[in-house]
C-alpha cells in the first residue's frame, strides 16, 4: 500500500497580506489538520495541491514546506490561481517522484492573473507517465461538482478524453474548489480534497462558502489492484458555525477562492 496524506488550498502568506478572510487563522488551521492526521501515517508522499500561499510569496510557501518536514520522505506541491511557481518550486523542488511502482507528475494549471486554469500540461504528462502507473497532481480539477467559470478548466473536455484513454493505472489528484470529491474518467480515478483553509459546496454554476470546516483527504494506493480509497479528516470550527456566505461584489475583495 502506497499512503498519500493529500492537502490543497493552505493559503498561508507574508506578515502584513491581505486575505479575503482575516478572521481565520490560517496557519493555526493548518497546524491542527496535521495534528488530526498523524494518527493515519505513517506517510509515504505528502502532496499540496495548490495555492500552496495566498500572495504568491516566497514567505508562504516556504512556511508551508517548513510545516510538513519529516512528515513523508516525499513532499510534493504544484501552484495554484494564489500562486507563482517560482516560490513554490524553491520550497518544495520539482514536483516529480516516486514512490512504490506510482510515478508522480505535477502539473501546472495556473495563469497568473487568472482564477481558472488551464489543461495544457495534461497530454504531456500522460505522455510522460506512459504505461508506468502514475499519480497526476493539480490544481484546477479536470471535472468537479463546479460548472461555474471560476472552477473550469480551458481544454478540460480534451483532458478528460486523453485521461478517459490512458491505458495505464492513473490517479489525479487536485484543489482548487475546496471540496473533496471523487470521480472516474474510464479507469482513471479523479480526486479532490478540502481545503485546510475554508470549504465551498458547489452544485453546478453555484456555490456557497462555509467558512467553519476544512481538513485534509488520505489517500491509500493499492499497489496490486491500483485502486484507490480515501479517507476525509474534517474539522469543524464551532465559533464559525453559520457563516456560510459572503457577497463578492463587495468592493476591496482580493480576488477569489
Not at 493529500?6 to 507574508?14: C, G, I, P
Not at 513523508?72 to 516560490?87: F, K, Q, T
Request: net charge negative; glycine share 10%.
Amino acid at each position: 500500500m502506497t499512503r498519500i496524506l493529500h492537502l490543497s488550498d493552505t493559503h498561508l502568506h507574508a506578515p502584513g497580506a491581505q486575505t479575503l478572510h482575516p478572521e481565520i487563522d490560517i496557519r493555526s488551521r493548518l497546524e491542527q489538520v496535521l495534528e488530526r492526521v498523524r494518527p493515519y501515517g505513517p506517510f509515504d508522499a505528502v502532496v499540496v495541491t495548490g495555492d500552496v500561499c495566498d500572495d504568491g510569496s516566497d514567505v508562504g510557501a516556504k512556511e508551508v514546506r517548513d510545516l510538513l518536514d519529516g512528515l513523508a520522505p516525499v513532499i510534493l506541491a504544484v501552484p495554484g490561481n494564489h500562486d507563482l511557481s517560482a516560490p513554490v518550486r524553491a520550497a518544495f523542488g520539482e514536483a516529480r517522484g516516486q514512490v512504490g511502482p506510482w510515478t508522480f507528475v505535477g502539473i501546472e494549471t495556473q495563469v497568473e492573473g487568472e482564477i481558472a486554469g488551464v489543461a495544457d500540461g495534461v497530454v504531456p504528462a500522460l505522455a510522460e507517465l506512459a504505461d508506468r502507473p502514475g499519480v497526476l497532481l493539480m490544481h484546477h480539477p479536470i471535472v468537479s461538482r463546479s460548472s461555474h467559470e471560476w472552477f473550469v478548466l480551458a481544454g478540460g473536455a480534451e483532458a478528460e478524453r486523453a485521461v478517459t484513454a490512458h491505458p495505464a493505472p492513473l490517479v489525479v489528484l487536485s484543489g482548487h474548489t475546496h471540496e473533496a470529491f471523487e470521480g472516474r474518467a474510464g479507469g482513471a480515478h479523479l480526486i479532490g480534497a478540502p481545503a485546510t483553509y475554508y470549504s465551498i459546496r458547489h452544485d453546478g454554476p453555484r456555490f456557497e462558502f462555509v467558512l467553519s470546516r476544512f481538513g485534509a483527504a488520505v489517500v491509500t494506493l493499492d499497489d496490486e489492484r491500483f485502486e484507490p480509497t480515501v479517507e476525509l479528516v474534517m474539522i469543524e470550527d464551532e465559533t464559525m458555525r453559520g457563516e456560510t456566505h459572503l457577497d463578492l461584489t463587495a468592493p476591496d475583495l482580493p480576488e477569489g477562492p
